[in-house]
């Protein structure tokens, strides 16, 4: 096993950073902030034809053929954006949903409680992006079935954790098409793990990175903040938390693609656990970098650490996460 990335894989994480700096900067992006429709259509397709939702296709079935690793060097790039938008149901679903490849179809992905779970009946299910979509996947322990939308009752919810993630409030799912069973379910919950924590790499990075700007330049006493020393070291475990979670999520990646060398899942889950944990606590200290003017909605630090929050309940919390980590190092 390889984990050093490869010259052709920087190229490609590069390509994806000028790709979003010039077709999503951040300005733009905000504009569709506390609106319930997020996904620019035109973008969406953009983005399925650099390849990004079939990277991981196989070449015969349109796709490029690569791996998970250089994927979640793709993802990550989408999280340093702070790009919304399903994009890893989208991604999961090249190949099985019509139109999710090219991006000329959004696919969004929910998980079915399961029964006799604490809630089961009695609390709502959540739904996000329902507005932008055009399919909605339904994942569950028996497999994963297709819904229509439209056919949901849904009620928007007006203020949700992320002004970039809008979220709607469904009483119950009912049944839908077949279109997987069980095995792809569960790889779909692996990947999902990784990609998912491939985008909170990326914004941990953009967190950190927007903090040392903002310290570089913020003078305070005649001298710039980040010659403070308790500065320099909010700013310095940042970067840290942030390389930690990447090498963690490149090596679940690459164990994805090589599964004889390593426990996929249990590196998936372990990568999923680092990388909530940078995300979120990234996004806190960047805006305790900002001082009073991080609180406020013009400086965009509060973006990311609302995102993050939201992404760390996906494809499992870190109490799940930690429970299966835990199980599969004591069955070795």
Known sequence: MDFEVTAIQTELAEGIRRLCEGAFPLKSIRRAESTERVVDRDGWRRLGEAGIFHLCLAEEAGGVGLGLAEAALVFEELGRAL???????????????????????????????????????TLPVIVEYLADLDVLLVLSSGGIERLDPASLD????PRPMDPLTPVWSVPALPDGAPVAGPEVASWWRRDGAV????????????????????????????????????VKHLCADMAVRAEVARCAVQAAAVTVDQPDVGDADAAAAGAKILADEAAVTNGRSCIQVHGGMGFTWEVPAHLAYKRARVLATQFGSADMLAEALAEALASD
């Open 195 to 230: 990609l998912t924590a491939a985008l909170q790499v990326g914004m941990a990075q953009w967190s950190c990175d927007l903090a040392v700007e903002y310290a570089k330049g913020r003078v305070q006493f005649g001298r710039p903040i980040g010659g403070f020393q308790a």
């Open 154 to 157: 849904a009620t928007a919810l």
């Open 83 to 121: 790009l919304p938008g399903p994009l890893v149901a989208s991604h999961l679903a090249a190949g099985l949903i019509d139109g999710a490849d090219d991006g000329s179809v959004v696919v969004g992905l929910v998980e079915r409680p399961a029964q006799g779970a604490v809630g089961t009946g």
